[in-house]
């Protein structure tokens, strides 16, 4: 088996090329140039090297030409710009990027016949995060409150479209919050593990953070892109929520990663008035019994993901 991951550089596409790396699968990545080396998380995977090829999601002749070198046989679109507050900075760029480039990417496989699966990466920003709503599965009506989460909703119903007109296998997984060693040190949770790690370290005084009393619900990043896997496995393609079912403020996440040092969180998190974002997804919390039928299951608990994330950066 032959797999392209889109976003391979990323969290989510390194932990799933180790994964299907072990499975037997021969992995290829797409990564774009920059003038900065931005590899470190797929740094120790040697076999992958010679396989990464060129190419971004707003340049249909890019996605057309790697396609048809590497003629896969799955394709996972981890490739994005992710960052919620960010979205709000750069709406236009993400709206190509998150949305309108996975558009190029279905016309890709179309256009060239390809019989290749699809998972697409939709989140669980396309909710509202209205409290009565909880818990959101599949069925809960979509309503974005960003940037982002808008130009995720657009991808993941243009999947839909496809699926349903061209028969092309696609699945989306609606991915609750997922974290890891591997989080990008401006996603807030590693902002909150990596600030403990240098308080400790002596090399900060304090971690400015925004709301609060938004609630997440938090899973570990490996067990959630073994779910990506596990979808395009299934007979027919379909959506899958993938989350925890459990909820956590950010206020929980900063006292849980500071208990582990023996800190008072109170003496060294400041809000920033900068960080609040001009809509709130104030609360996310996943139904994931769909995805329990086709065999998976977090394991990973909220305290466990803290501990494991302060320890990585303890080092």
């Not at 290829?28 to 797929?42: C, D, E, F, Y």
């Not at 340049?59 to 679109?77: A, M, R």
């Not at 600030?195 to 619900?217: F, T």
């Amino acid at each position: 088996m032959k797999a392209l991951i889109l976003g391979i550089t990323g969290m989510d596409g390194s932990y799933l090329a180790e994964q299907l790396l072990k499975k037997g699968y021969e992995v290829h990545g797409l990564v774009r140039r920059s003038a900065t080396w931005n590899r470190s998380n797929i740094d120790h995977i040697s076999e992958i090297y010679n396989n990464l090829h060129y190419g971004d999601m707003t340049d249909f002749v890019s996605i057309v030409s790697v396609l048809k070198k590497v003629q896969p046989d799955e394709i996972y679109n981890l490739a994005a710009q992710s960052h919620v507050q960010v979205s709000w900075e750069i709406p236009a760029y993400t709206a190509q990027t998150t949305g309108f480039g996975v558009l190029n990417l279905l016309e890709a496989v179309r256009i060239l016949g390809l019989k290749t699966k699809i998972y697409q990466a939709s989140t669980s920003e396309m909710f509202s995060g209205d409290p009565k709503e909880a818990p959101q599965n599949e069925l809960t009506p979509f309503n974005p409150q960003s940037p982002y989460g808008l130009a995720k909703l657009y991808a993941h119903e243009i999947c839909g479209i496809y699926r349903k007109a061209f028969g092309m296998f696609i699945c989306c997984g609606i991915l609750f919050n997922h974290e890891g060693e591997r989080r990008g040190e401006n996603f807030i949770t590693r902002k909150i593990t990596k600030g403990v790690a240098n308080i400790v370290k002596g090399k900060q005084d304090k971690i400015e953070l925004g709301n609060l009393a938004a609630k997440r619900d938090w899973g570990y990043a490996p067990e959630f892109t073994e779910a990506m896997w596990l979808m395009l496995q299934q007979d027919k393609p379909d959506d899958y929520v993938i989350a925890t079912g459990e909820t956590h403020s950010v206020k929980e996440f900063a006292e849980q990663a500071f208990k582990e040092v023996n800190l008072d969180w109170k003496k060294y998190v400041r809000v920033k008035e900068k960080y609040i974002r001009p809509l709130e997804v104030n609360l996310l919390q996943g139904d994931a019994t769909k995805a329990k039928k086709i065999g998976w299951e977090p394991k990973t608990k909220f305290k466990e993901l803290v501990k494991l994330m302060v320890k990585h950066d303890l080092k």
